[in-house]
């Protein structure tokens, strides 16, 4: 079945420290990838997404490469920022209406 | 503006008691989904809805029931049969066969 494996955190940084949170997926046929974050007591907002294989999604400074050979996601940024701390997920839609998500990473960046 | 609503923020729940959860969008969106998330974990999917009249189970079906009467609104109700309905709840939508998910901002419920 399909699934999405993300690192485990919390992932603690300083400010301006680069970022990358690992993401795996497993998935019949060809998926299209996202990265949502959540904020404190709020829903989910999109940050990225890509649709084919080799498609870079890229979003406030945020970047990730669709590598169907590894078949992962993984989510990088070069220079955080406190504002970035929040927890970030890794999803995966399989083109029949369904969605599947990882557990979640936490990002806490200090100043 | 457009966007998904959920009222209300928070919601309590006593014992043997039904809530339903509200879940409204102006997006024009044919597909619609209701997610849990506990805390420090993923999301789970409870149902989901590709059209109007028309929804299908989820993973984690069970204690819950919802309806589809309009394509703008996509009602959860948590009954008495759910045991542990403590979590945060989430509802989206999407373009029916077109990918991206728009989540609204979420309900606590929490047992009394």
């Known amino acids: 079945g399909n699934s999405v494996t993300q690192m485990e955190g919390p992932v603690t940084l300083s400010e301006e420290a680069f970022l990358t949170i690992n993401c795996t997926y497993t998935?019949?046929?060809?998926?299209?990838l996202f990265w949502y974050v959540q904020y404190p007591g709020e829903g989910l907002q999109l940050l990225l997404k890509?649709?084919?294989?080799?498609d870079k999604g890229s979003n406030k400074g945020f970047e990730a490469t669709y590598r169907k050979e590894t078949t992962s996601f993984h989510l990088e940024k070069g220079s955080v920022q406190v504002s970035d701390s929040a927890v970030y997920f890794c999803a995966l839609y399989d083109n029949f209406n369904k969605f599947y998500f990882g557990s979640g990473t936490k990002l806490n960046v200090k100043p | 503006d457009g966007g998904i609503t959920q009222s209300p923020k928070y919601l309590f729940r006593k014992e043997g008691q039904n809530v339903t959860l509200s879940c409204e969008q102006n997006?024009?969106?044919?597909?619609m989904y209701w997610y849990r998330q506990d805390p420090g974990q993923g999301l789970r999917l409870i149902y989901y809805s590709q059209i109007v009249n028309d929804f299908q189970k989820g993973d984690i079906a069970e204690g819950y029931s919802v309806s589809r009467e309009k394509k703008e609104s996509f009602p959860l109700t948590v009954t008495s049969a759910q045991k542990n309905p403590t979590a945060f709840y989430l509802c989206?939508?999407?373009?029916?066969?077109?990918?991206?998910?728009?989540f609204g901002p979420g309900t606590r419920l929490l047992v009394l």
């Open positions: 989206a939508s999407s373009i029916g066969g077109i990918e991206t998910q728009y």
């Open positions: 890509a649709t084919k294989a080799d």
């Open positions: 997006l024009n969106h044919d597909a």
């Open positions: 998935a019949t046929g060809y998926p299209s």
